[in-house]
Each structure stands twice: as C-alpha cells, then as structure tokens.
C-alpha cells in the first residue's frame, strides 16, 4: 500500500502537468478508500451497488484473491476466494452472480479444490501451458465458487460480457480467438456464435449498450489499435465504430449517462502509462476529451454506477514494470 501511495504522488504531478486547457486539476475526479492488496490485470464485475474485484497478477504469479468495493459507502470487505489464481481473463455478472471465464492460471499447485459442476477436462491441456479454458461461477447468496462447462477452447485476456440470456466470449488470444463463443448459465454450455471478429485483440475495453458489444481499443499483432468494432448478438453481425481519439492498450471502459468513458492504458515502447479520458457520446457519435484520471495506470478495474465512473487497481508501470508496481488505488470520476 506504501509503494502504491508513494507512486500516486508521483503521478497526480505528471497528472497536474498534463491536465487540459481550462480544466482545474483532478476536476471531477476523488480519491476512494484503497484495496487491502493492489493487483493488476484483475477482474471485476458490479452485482448491484457492490464492486467485486478479484484475481490478478503479482509478483508471485496469479492471485486469488477477492474483495468487494461498497460504492455508496466507500469501503472494502473480503470475498471468498477463486478456486485458481487468474489474471487476465473475462468477468460478468448475470442473474446477480459472476461468471469467470478462461484466462491465464496459476499452476496446479497454488489452486483450490472446489466440487464441479459439467465437464471441465477440456481444460487439462490449458493448465499444463497456462492459458485456460476453465470456468467458474459465484453466488454471493451461497458464497461458494463451481466449476461450469470448460469453453471450447484456451482463452485469455478476452471480454466476457451478458446480453440478454447468454455471456459471450470475445477476441483475446488463444485457440479460436476470432470466434465469438456463447455460454448459456441455464444449460451451462458453449457454442459460437455470428461472424469471426474482423480484429482479434488483447487488452481492449469491453462495453454492452442497449443489447450490442463495443469492444474498444487493444492490441493487434503487439500493436495498440485505435479500432472500435461492435458485436451484435442478435444478428451475428460486427460493424465498425468511431475510432479512438489514440491508439490504447489496457485502458478500461464504462457506459455512464449515455456515455461511454474510457481511461487509462498503456504503450510498451517506450514504457509509459495513460491518464487520458476519454468520452464516447453516443447519440453524436463522436469522442470529447475530459479531465484525466489523476492516477496514469492500465491492467485497471472499472465499472460505473449511478454517476460514478470508479477505477481500481492496475499498474502506473508499463511493461515488464507492471508485477513491480500494482496499485491499490481508487480513482472516482463523478458527473456532479
């Protein structure tokens, strides 16, 4: 938490250098209370008001850790805790439970032993290298992890996001990372689904608005992309969005008022971290800049509610710095 706090001051200065024309320094933005262990590459997903944050990268490999954020009251309290150590995979919430899909795992010796539930063997390969194709449910009312259907193939750093009445597996790497894999919660299996995404990336931003996936950003061939493609469920179909204002890797993502709010990221050569953010308006169809994020970081957490846009986590260093320097901040972007 020293470290963490010691590199915040470091970077609210470069921050306060950058800020835009006009706009007071951290406008907009507060300082919420800080995780008990700061991880990057971690996952997150709101069940109502309650920001659970779990897994994530460290100096000792995937964490499974997991905490719970209470938005309105500002406070932290612990989870139970993953069944593996994961960084780097896909996290959604659906009938007011998670869904963990796939990402990259901790080895056998560091997991839990929880009871399954379908047949997760299609996975054993993906463990010995790594990435994973093994898949997890939560119910806080039950507060216990299973073990769901493995998907079809190894996956990691891919969205994993509800629409309607499935979760949906999108780009990332690993085997089929072009394909778009459906997961039904009521009987926990996988098929793909709709065209080959026409740009398979890692570390893009992923965001449903009114039933279709906005995937944001990411890196193709190790390269950041200022691509947006959208994914309709519905259709099958992708079409091509309004590109980003900078090419962007590791950023996150969220809908708010209308809007979609994206910060942070990264560029690996030469290392270096993001504050930016960014403002997709919808209904024009065209990005604004607004006040940066004090805090410069990617491989963040980040979700919205109310009007709230609150960040966690992630990593001020870029690179092979990023194990060295997680962060237990919580930087709050709010419309009042």
């Given amino acids: 938490m020293f470290r963490a706090l010691g590199l915040r001051r470091c970077y609210v200065l470069v921050a306060m250098l950058a800020v835009l024309p006009g706009a007071a320094a951290g406008e907009g933005w507060q300082e919420g209370s800080p995780m008990t262990t700061g991880r990057a590459f971690a996952g997150g997903a709101l069940i109502g008001n309650e920001l659970y944050v779990i897994g994530g990268d460290s100096t000792a490999g995937p964490r499974t850790v997991a905490e719970i954020y209470d938005i309105r009251g500002d406070i932290w309290r612990a989870a139970p805790a993953l069944p593996a150590g994961l960084q780097q995979f896909g996290v959604a919430e659906y009938g007011g439970k998670l869904y963990v899909s796939g990402g990259y795992e901790a080895p056998a010796a560091q997991r839990l032993e929880f009871g399954t539930f379908g047949d997760d063997a299609a996975a054993s390969t993906a463990e010995q290298e790594g990435d994973t194709a093994r898949a997890w449910s939560y119910d806080p009312r039950v507060g216990a992890w299973i073990s769901l259907a493995a998907m079809p ?30 997961y039904n919660p009521i009987e926990n299996d996988w098929s793909a689904t709709g065209d080959a995404m026409p740009s398979p990336r890692v570390a893009a931003a992923y965001v449903e608005v009114d039933g279709r996936i906005y995937v944001i950003g990411g890196l193709v061939n190790g390269v950041a992309t200022d691509r947006v493609d959208i994914f309709d469920p519905a259709s099958g179909r992708w079409q091509s969005g309004p590109r980003l204002p900078s090419p962007r890797s590791g950023h996150v993502a969220a809908l708010m008022d209308g809007r979609i709010h994206v910060t942070g990221g990264e560029l690996r050569r030469p290392p270096r971290t993001y504050g930016d953010h960014f403002v997709l308006d919808l209904a024009s169809g065209s990005w604004s800049k607004a006040p940066p994020m004090p805090t410069p970081r990617h491989g963040a957490v980040a979700a919205a509610s109310g009007d709230k846009f609150v960040v966690v986590g ?23």
């Fill in 314 to 336: 992630g990593s001020p260093g870029a690179g092979v710095y990023t194990v060295f320097t997680e962060s237990d901040v919580v930087d709050i972007y709010s419309t009042e």
């Fill in 153 to 182: 193939g190894t996956r990691a750093g891919h969205g994993f996001v509800a629409v309607g009445d499935r979760i949906y597996a999108l780009s990332g790497r690993g085997s089929g990372a072009s394909r778009v894999w459906a």
